[in-house]
């Protein structure tokens, strides 16, 4: 089926430095999302974009947090400066309409912010 | 999650019987995704409904919109079955989607 491919699985960073978290998403989707899974908890949204822009994000995505798919490339997000508290899985997820679809989820990347 | 609520929180079941998982809505879902999160922490997609039912091979879903809630049977549970199950629903037609707090499943030989 579709599939979602995030890259790196797993991304290990200092503190303060900046990571970017990559996605490639299931080919013709256009609506795009990132999640953030802390360790034992469940999902919760960060933010859904389409065509260019950000349409919604939730509290946790904080200033430090920035998205973009440029040329339509990978969706990216970025952090920068990174903080202990991004430790967790980020998943990204793509649909084709965005409303009444099925969401695709990728494996997710594993962030560890020592 | 407050908007999703998933039950039980964890479950045991011997190898070979069944069970049903179940997931409540506080306001109307649109549409609705059972998910296999693996000890590796990797999404396996299970099924996605509106309204209705869906079966393949031992699982079985269904969706009711009018009492907002869905239940994700399991027939025959096999040690691979284990797992933590998350459902997780697009409420107020919105490009979001809301996750349930998972059901740790663990099925003992």
């Known amino acids: 089926g579709p599939k979602v491919l995030q890259i790196p699985s797993h991304q290990i960073i200092d503190m303060g430095q900046m990571v970017t978290l990559n996605c490639d998403p299931v080919s013709n989707h256009l609506y795009f999302y990132w999640y953030k899974q802390i360790l034992g908890q469940q999902m919760e949204f960060l933010v859904n974009?389409?065509?260019?822009?950000?349409?919604?994000k939730s509290k946790l995505f904080k200033d430090q947090f920035s998205v973009e798919r440029p040329d339509g490339s990978y969706f990216t997000l970025k952090i920068q400066p990174t903080a202990l508290e991004d430790s967790a899985v980020y998943f990204c997820a793509s649909s084709s309409t965005g409303w009444g679809t099925e969401v695709f989820f990728g494996k997710g990347t594993r962030l560890t912010v020592v | 999650g407050d908007k999703v609520k998933q039950s039980p929180s964890a479950l045991s079941l011997q190898e070979g019987t069944n069970s049903a998982l179940r997931c409540n809505f506080s306001i109307a879902a649109t549409t609705v995704q059972w998910f296999l999160q693996n000890p590796r922490g990797s999404l396996i997609n299970l099924f996605y409904l509106v309204p209705g039912t869906k079966e393949n091979g031992r699982l079985k879903s269904a969706f009711d919109s009018k009492e907002s809630y869905s239940t994700l049977h399991i027939r025959d549970a096999q040690l691979e079955d284990s797992g933590t199950y998350f459902c997780?629903?697009?409420?107020?037609?919105?490009?979001?989607?809301?996750f349930g707090d998972g059901t740790q499943l663990v099925v003992k030989p």
């Open positions: 997780a629903a697009e409420l107020n037609s919105n490009n979001r989607i809301f």
């Open positions: 974009f389409y065509n260019g822009k950000v349409m919604e």
